[in-house]
């Protein structure tokens, strides 16, 4: 069974301005249950300390049929959340999520998909900043554009980001892969010490990383191949195409790289 | 039981249980994979003086890791702590060091052994490794599982190879001889044989070509030594020791097959016994020790009647 959660409107949490804790809304919470048993469940972890409540309920605790109207969308999947709506007010959606798939047909807030180890992350709509910070396996896939430090100090797992990437995508990354489709903002990969950050447009690294030739990587193809398969657009033989390589961040040992798709390949 | 000609013995296949590792060695052509995969499966005919017996699988792989043109390779040990030991000789020094070549794992398997994360250290230090995570590996679909794999920097790029690799219980052993005529006839049947086995998915023919001329007996008169030649099936000694030749046989050659399951073994024998058969060849003989050592025993005729597939095991 599928869990499909639409966004009911909450116009005082909206002029409050504060953030909603979307932290509880993951597979490994909701998988498995009926939509019933999910309307009644508590839509804020009691896990996550910083819960800064939307409604007007003040400090008490939001069930999760007070937020969004819940029904089971028929897909066979297990595992599967769907949210419709427009979730650019919610924090950390899918953060800590281990398995399974959740789905956003809109926007996120900061920190989607924060310290995720595994399953699947997909958001439709734009991601606000740091998404997939901390993720230690799994995969993101932002249609739209990220906020400043996508991935940031990811250790593992891979994030894609479809639309502009802001400032600092892939700072501080420990480990993992980076894939943006589009040249990112300044202070791209900065103190990186390991990993990927894959550019699929024309760009130039900042002044801490030095050119490293022209390369294949051809072990790349399961990320492509995964990309694919979650309906990414990618240029045409990326599989088989010549890379520019930079090794970086060198103030960080320059054992990560970043590869940047050469436009003739 | 008769087939285009051929008496078939009524007698069976003694084989034995060894430990086994499918690789997929991809690269830029099949031509540098088959370089690379003929490399590391060289000099691993018995696994009595080799250390391990590997050969390249006939048909190649639908997809790759990469995208790249590969073939399979499978190996077989005593123990997986063996088998480990001659992956990693074999892959360093043979995979590792052949242009362009990567090499992967293609058998899932709850047992696995070290493979890149021994070999990982040639990189001194410059290794990287990248995680195929389970959630990427469901997304990617088809052939593609989760895997480790490390990328060791070399002249030409990068040496990519998983960091383990799948280890399961295998058939090695398997065999057929051939009994023919003329030596001309004998070895045309051996030819055919290992061209239809080079059909089928899961086996390997370890012996030069796929042809074993020296079958073995157990034992010797010399005390050191646990094997020699097959002395009732040599044709110039059919005077002077017990021979298992009839008067019209001239040469004998025998096939050995190794798989990743006894079905597969049988499926190969069947297929190999059908296409040597036929003028020329007197009978097809199989190679056994009583029954006694091997776990796996493959009766000629029950196979052959029952058109391929069950090994009567």
């Known amino acids: 069974m599928s869990l499909r959660l639409r966004w009911r409107s909450r116009p005082e949490a909206a002029a409050s301005g504060l953030a909603l804790d979307g932290a509880a809304i993951t597979p490994d919470r909701l998988g498995g249950l009926s939509p019933l048993d999910a309307t009644r469940l508590a839509a804020l972890a009691a896990a996550a300390p910083a819960v800064t409540e939307p409604t007007a309920a003040g400090r008490d605790v939001a069930t999760l049929g007070d937020l969004f109207a819940i029904d089971d969308d028929g897909d066979p999947a297990p595992d599967t959340i769907t949210i419709e709506g427009d979730m650019r007010g919610v924090a950390r959606l899918g953060a800590g999520m281990s398995r399974g798939r959740l789905r956003v047909r809109g926007g996120v807030g900061s920190r989607a998909g924060s310290s995720m180890s595994g399953g699947r992350l997909e958001i439709d709509g734009d991601a606000g900043t740091r998404a997939g910070e901390g993720m230690t396996g799994g995969v993101i896939v932002v249609r739209g554009a990220a906020g400043a430090m996508a991935a940031f100090r990811m250790r593992r797992g891979t994030v894609f980001i479809g639309g502009a990437a802001g400032a600092a995508a892939g700072a501080a990354l420990i480990a993992g892969t980076l894939v943006l489709a589009r040249a990112p903002g300044p202070g791209a990969a900065a103190l990186m010490r390991r990993g990927t950050v894959v550019v699929l447009e024309p760009f ?62 | 039981m008769v087939i285009a000609g051929t008496l078939i013995e009524d007698t069976y296949a003694e084989a034995f249980a060894l430990r086994v590792a499918r690789l997929l060695i991809t690269a830029d052509d099949t031509g540098l994979a088959r370089t690379a995969a ?19 699988e006939g048909p190649p792989p639908p997809d790759t890791p990469d995208g790249r043109p590969g073939l399979r390779v499978l190996a077989f040990g005593r123990t997986a702590a063996e088998l480990q030991d001659q992956l990693v000789r074999r892959v360093g020094n043979c995979v590792m060091t052949a242009a362009t070549a990567a090499c992967y794992d293609d058998l899932p398997a709850d047992e696995t052994v070290r493979l890149g994360s021994r070999l990982r250290f040639f990189g001194d230090g410059h290794q990287a490794s990248k995680r195929v995570d389970p959630a990427l590996a469901a997304l990617a679909g088809g052939t593609v599982r989760p895997r480790r794999l490390w990328r060791i920097p070399v002249m030409d790029g ?124 007197a009978r097809i003989g199989a190679g056994n020790y009583g029954g006694r050592l091997g776990k796996h025993l493959f009766h000629l005729r029950p196979l052959l009647g029952a058109g391929g597939g069950k090994a009567a095991t």
Do not use: Q
């Open chain 2, 158 to 281: 990068e040496f990519v190879v998983d960091a383990r690799c799948g280890v399961r219980k295998g058939v090695a052993g398997g065999n057929f001889l051939i009994l023919g005529r003329t030596p001309g006839a004998t070895l045309d049947a051996a030819r055919r044989a290992v061209a239809a086995i080079g059909a089928v998915a899961g086996v390997i023919m370890p012996f030069p070509g796929g042809i074993v001329r020296s079958g073995s007996k157990v034992g010797s008169r010399y005390r050191r030594l646990v094997a020699s030649t097959n002395s009732a099936y040599c044709p110039t000694l059919r005077a002077v020791v017990p021979t298992a030749l009839p008067g019209d046989v001239a040469s004998v050659l025998e096939i050995v097959i190794d798989g990743l399951t006894a079905a597969d073994v049988a499926a190969a024998m069947v297929a190999g016994i059908r296409a040597a058969c036929g003028p020329g060849i």
């Open chain 1, 204 to 265: 130039v690294p900042g002044a801490t990383f030095a050119a490293a030739g022209r390369t294949t990587a051809p072990w790349l193809k399961p990320w492509w191949d995964a990309l694919g398969g979650a309906g990414v657009p990618l240029p045409a033989g990326v599989a088989g195409a010549r890379f520019t390589r930079y090794s970086g961040d060198l103030a960080e040992g320059g054992h990560g790289e970043i590869l940047i798709l050469e436009e003739d390949s």
């Open chain 2, 38 to 56: 003929t490399a590391m499966t060289g000099f691993a005919a018995s696994i009595i003086g080799c250390g391990c017996e590997a050969g390249i």
